[in-house]
Nanobody, 128 residues
Framework: EVQLVESGGGLVQTGGSLRLSCTAS????????IGWFRQAPGKAREAVSC????????YYEEDVQGRFTISSDNAKNTVYLQMNNLKPEDTAEYYC?????????????????????WGKGTRVTVSL
């Protein structure tokens, strides 16, 4: 059974940090890109960051560039999203998703279209 499980969300103050994890099982992790998306209450889901397990290429949306870092632990089939200097506008449900043979190209506009599998999300709340 294919599974993506997110963890690491929580409540943090402005300027704080969280590290989200996305652990995959049931498929060949090395063939996929893993993307992080988020959805704030009342808003559409948006792309945040992506890492290609095929060539290591990464992508960040402009408003998280320099604050968030995506990385991958091959041995654990886990992708991390280190989030620093968090802001209230980062408050959202964060989802990871997997796309086979994807290199994260055009992730910001079309990343959701490529994703084959989705996790159920982890909530991040940033207080003032």
């Amino acid at each position: 059974e294919v599974q993506l499980v997110e963890s690491g969300g929580g409540l943090v103050q402005t300027g704080g940090s969280l590290r989200l994890s996305c652990t995959a099982s049931g498929f060949t992790f090395d063939d996929y890109a893993i993307g992080w998306f988020r959805q704030a209450p009342g808003k559409a889901r948006e792309a945040v960051s992506c890492i290609s397990r095929v060539d290591g290429h990464t992508y960040y949306e402009e408003d998280v560039q320099g604050r968030f870092t995506i990385s991958s632990d091959n041995a654990k089939n886990t992708v991390y999203l280190q989030m620093n200097n968090l802001k209230p506008e980062d408050t959202a449900e964060y989802y990871c998703a997997a796309a086979r043979g994807y290199y994260c190209s055009g992730f910001g506009l079309h990343g959701m279209d490529y994703m084959n599998y989705w996790g159920k999300g982890t909530r991040v709340t940033v207080s003032l």
